[in-house]
Structure formats: structure tokens, C-alpha cells
């Protein structure tokens, strides 16, 4: 059964830094790219990045490039976002998601979502 | 770039057929035949429905079906059912190489 475990939400001040982590199980994780999404409280669905199965083409939203970098480690088969400069409106649920092609180059369809780590960026 | 432009609600009595729009530019939905189309129940998270513009990932129900007309797609449920209450949103490639989501659009199942 594939798994997605998010972790590492949690309050920060504005201009703080916080690194969300993603654990997959369950399927191959090295093969598959990997994309986080966010949704700010009673919100829509916000695409923030996404990177390759090997981790070497990162794609950005433009509201987080430059502030936000996605890494994986696949020894560990986990999945990052590191966020830096965190603004009120990265305030939001953030999901990790698997996406659905093995070995391809597509960012998305994301066929499988984690339960969301909650980040809440305030003073 | 803004977001895909979704009807805020629809709603639909038990059985009948609705359909929700998603419109974007040439530079997304109608450049790329990469059209996804998500269920979110509240608390819980997002359903692949629909991908590449038209297709079902298996253990969805046929009556789900997906389409896309220049730089609009559209997702129909028939024969609606309580359970398909929830929000739906619509996603695409873009030229820009990034993924760009709909604003949501909430179903009521009357």
C-alpha cells in the first residue's frame, strides 16, 4: 500500500525557515517524481513544486521561487521542502504527492497525496 | 499566472448529470492535452479523477468522464450520487513548465 507521511509543520515567525519532510513506502520512490501542494485555510489547492525521480529537474510555483527549494533523498526515500523568508500567506496545509508515471519525466498527475503537515506563519 | 477559472458551485439532484468548466489560456489548457481533474471530500485529501484530459485512473467510476475544447475542459459526472458532493478542481501543464490549479468549484448533490 503506498504511504506518504508528512512531517515538520509547525508556527513560525514571518521571515523564518522551516523544512517540511515526505516519506513514501510502499512503491519504488527513486522512480517516481514527487510534487508538494499547498491549501491555505478554506481555500483552494495551490501547486508549489515538483522534482524529477532522480532529483535533478526542480520545478517552482512563481510565488515560492527563490524563497523555496524541493530536494529528495531516494536512500531514504523521502521527499523535502525547504522554505526560507515565510510569508502570512504560505500559511497552509501542505501535501506531498507521488506522481502517477514510473521513470517519466511528467511533474504530475499526482495519483497518490500524503494527509497534509500544517504550516502557520505568524508573529 | 492566475489560476484556471472554475464556476464557484454547481449543484444536482440524484441521477442527473452535471458538468463543471475549466478555462484557462493557450498557454496551458489549450496548449497540452495534460488536463488532471480532482475530488477533495472535507478533511480529507485530494482523489485523481481524471488525467490527460479524458482518462480514468482505475477504481473511479465511468461516470466520471473528462473533455477539453480549445482552451476549455470540462468534467461531466452522470447519474449523480450523494457521495460525489465535494469540490472538485482542475489542473494543467503549463508552458511555463509548472502545474496550475483551478480555484475550485463545489458540487451540492441536492
Known amino acids: 500500500e503506498v504511504q506518504l507521511l508528512e512531517s515538520g509543520g509547525g508556527l513560525v515567525q514571518p521571515g523564518g525557515s522551516l523544512r517540511l519532510s515526505c516519506e513514501g513506502s510502499?512503491?519504488?520512490?527513486?522512480?517516481?517524481?514527487m510534487t508538494w501542494v499547498r491549501q491555505a485555510p478554506g481555500k483552494g489547492l495551490e501547486w508549489v513544486s515538483g522534482?524529477?525521480?532522480?532529483?535533478?529537474?526542480?520545478y517552482y510555483a512563481d510565488s515560492v521561487r527563490g524563497r523555496f527549494t524541493i530536494s529528495r533523498d531516494n536512500s531514504k526515500n523521502t521527499l523535502y521542502l525547504q522554505m526560507s523568508s515565510l510569508r502570512a500567506g504560505d500559511t497552509a496545509l501542505y501535501y506531498c504527492?507521488?506522481?502517477?508515471?514510473?521513470?517519466?519525466?511528467?511533474?504530475?498527475?499526482?495519483?497518490?497525496w500524503g494527509q497534509g503537515t500544517l504550516v502557520t506563519v505568524s508573529s | 499566472q492566475s489560476a484556471l477559472t472554475q464556476p464557484a458551485s454547481v449543484s444536482g439532484s440524484p441521477g442527473q448529470s452535471i458538468t463543471i468548466s475549466c478555462t484557462g489560456t493557450?498557454?496551458?489548457?489549450?496548449?497540452?492535452?495534460?488536463v488532471c481533474w480532482y475530488q477533495q471530500h472535507p478533511g480529507k485529501a485530494p482523489k485523481l479523477m481524471i488525467y490527460?484530459?479524458?482518462s480514468r485512473p482505475s477504481g473511479v467510476s465511468n461516470r466520471f468522464s473528462g473533455s477539453k475544447s480549445d482552451n476549455t475542459a470540462s468534467l461531466t459526472i452522470s447519474g449523480l450520487q450523494a457521495e460525489d458532493e465535494a469540490d472538485y478542481y482542475c489542473?494543467?501543464?503549463?508552458?511555463?513548465?509548472?502545474?496550475?490549479f483551478g480555484g475550485g468549484t463545489k458540487l451540492t448533490v441536492l
Open positions: 522534482i524529477s525521480f532522480g532529483g535533478g529537474d526542480t
Open positions: 504527492a507521488k506522481v502517477k508515471w514510473e521513470l517519466h519525466g511528467a511533474i504530475d498527475p499526482f495519483d497518490y
Open positions: 510502499g512503491f519504488t520512490f527513486r522512480n517516481y517524481a
Open positions: 489542473t494543467s501543464f503549463t508552458s511555463s513548465s509548472a502545474i496550475i
Open positions: 490527460d484530459v479524458s
Open positions: 493557450s498557454s496551458d489548457i489549450g496548449g497540452y492535452n495534460y
